[in-house]
């Protein structure tokens, strides 16, 4: 139990173009969704927090409106990258978790982003 | 400010050796600790955690880890390790006041020699 996938895995853009990241919990119910953005040989860094129905929590630094998180139901929440530029290109992590806050995170296998 | 220092960035270790993964963490009070693994294609996957109690945890694979307060460290161990162990491995913190936010360390990879 507890799995996460994202849709896609890989995704290859044009520059300036908007792409959209799903992120699903399978056999569950997830009331907290994050978002993360993995860097080659670097850690995860927190991108956001996102409630069922509610407006995501960005982390310092993220612009708000370059990614955009829709969390429209407690199985799905989608990271939209609008205008994309090459400085995007990234390993994008979803993570889910079920109820309070020191539950565990199951986390997604990713997506790997490139904009050309 | 809260950080997570994993002071490893590559270990190579025999098959069938004995394995440490240090993790150094500065958090205020106490925090929730984690140790994930990350395999090329695959989602990141916890191996045990720690909110309280006992400061050895047991977790999958044979992997256990100890909280030591003192020291402000959670090191991995393994006492044998297995080819496929080869892999990413996260260490994190958790501060419980914070909407169960995780923050994560750089990672060690693991590589194993046969």
């Known amino acids: 139990g507890a799995v996460v996938s994202q849709h896609p895995s890989w995704v290859i853009c044009k520059s300036g173009t908007s792409v959209k990241i799903e992120c699903r919990s399978l056999d569950f119910q997830a009331t907290t969704m994050f978002w993360y953005r993995q860097f080659p040989k670097q850690s995860l860094m927190l991108m956001a927090t996102?409630?069922?129905?509610?407006?995501?929590?960005?982390e310092q630094g993220v612009e708000k409106d370059k990614f955009l998180i829709n969390h429209a139901s407690l199985t799905l929440s989608t990271l939209t990258v609008t205008s994309a530029h090459p400085e995007d290109s990234s390993f994008y992590i979803c993570?889910?978790?079920?109820?309070?806050?020191?539950?565990?995170?199951?986390f997604g296998p990713g997506t790997r982003l490139t904009v050309l | 400010a809260q950080s997570v220092t994993q002071p490893d960035i590559h270990i190579t270790v025999s098959e069938g050796a004995s394995l440490e993964l240090r993790c150094n963490y500065s958090y205020g009070a106490t925090p929730y600790l984690f140790w994930y693994v990350q395999s090329p294609g695959q989602g990141l996957q916890l191996l045990l955690k720690?909110?309280?109690?006992?400061?050895l945890v047991q977790g999958i694979k044979g992997f256990e880890a100890e909280f030591k307060r003192s020291q402000s460290s959670f090191n991995l161990r393994k006492p044998s390790v297995h080819w496929s162990d080869a892999a990413e491995y996260f260490c994190a913190v958790g501060p419980y006041n914070q909407g169960g936010k995780l923050i994560f360390g750089q990672g060690t990879e693991l590589s194993v020699k046969p």
């Open positions: 720690y909110f309280s109690g006992d400061t």
């Open positions: 993570s889910a978790r079920r109820g309070t806050s020191t539950d565990t995170q199951y």
């Open positions: 996102s409630n069922e129905g509610s407006k995501a929590t960005y």
